[in-house]
């Protein structure tokens, strides 16, 4: 009597627990690469927010020191939208 074959396979042919196992790799591989140019695109976003921000930042502080009369009129009427909008009744 023969003795059973446990992968079920033909010879020559690779066991299918070692098929899946490749393809679970490469599958690993993949989503690896795809998770690296994600983390790179994240931080290239991240360090564009930041000089954008700090761009904004300036603007602002300049257009206070050239206008303070009216950046004081600017801040208050945004007070007093703010106020209005989250007064609850």
């Keep these: 009597m023969a003795e059973p074959n446990d992968t079920n396979t033909k010879q020559g042919e690779t066991p299918i627990t070692d ?21 790179e695109g994240l931080r290239s976003g991240s360090r564009y927010a930041e000089a954008r921000g700090q761009d904004l930042m300036a603007q602002a502080c300049s257009y206070v020191r050239e206008k303070p009369l009216q950046s004081l009129g600017i801040a208050a009427a945004a ?6 909008l989250t007064r609850r009744r």
């Design 79 to 84: 007070g007093f939208l703010l106020a209005t």
């Design 19 to 39: 098929r899946a196992a490749r393809a679970a790799h490469e599958a690993i591989d993949r989503l690896s690469v795809q998770g690296g140019r994600a983390e």
